[in-house]
């Protein structure tokens, strides 16, 4: 079963730059829709972002569209999201996962999506 690790997190002023990395264990990586999402303490997990297996088709929440990236490097069975000029609510943490089909209507529900990540802190200060 394919394990997947977050790393990149940290602690940026707002306005700042970071970049997440989620590493996969398995080269089934390349066959599998990967999405990132984030929870605020006392808040749901909400989607952030998704990119269909191949790379060409990605998908994000309106509140990080213009900010944020999100790319794979199916030969690295990595997965990054670049967030640029963070704001203070965009303090979460980071989760990856992963889900076999890009369906555009169900892409944003965390239900869909399996193998979780144990999440990596992101803090921005205003």
């Known amino acids: 079963q394919v394990q997947l690790v977050e790393s990149g997190g940290g602690l940026v002023q707002a306005g700042g730059s970071l970049r997440l990395s989620c590493a996969a264990s398995?080269?089934?990586?390349?066959?599998?829709?990967m999405g990132w999402f984030r929870q605020a303490p006392g808040l749901e997990r909400e989607f952030v972002a998704a990119?269909?297996?191949?790379?060409?088709?990605?998908y994000y929440a309106d509140s990080v569209k213009g900010r944020f990236a999100i790319s794979r490097d199916n030969a690295e069975n990595t997965v990054y999201l670049q967030m640029n000029n963070l704001k203070p609510e965009d303090t979460a943490v980071y989760y990856c996962?992963?889900?076999?089909?890009?369906?555009?209507?169900?892409?944003?529900?965390?239900?869909?999506?399996?193998?979780w990540g144990q999440g990596t802190q992101v803090n921005v200060s205003s």
């Open positions: 996962a992963r889900r076999r089909l890009f369906t555009i209507t169900t892409i944003h529900i965390k239900q869909y999506y399996v193998g």
């Open positions: 398995e080269r089934t990586f390349s066959t599998y829709v």
């Open positions: 990119i269909n297996w191949s790379g060409d088709s990605t």
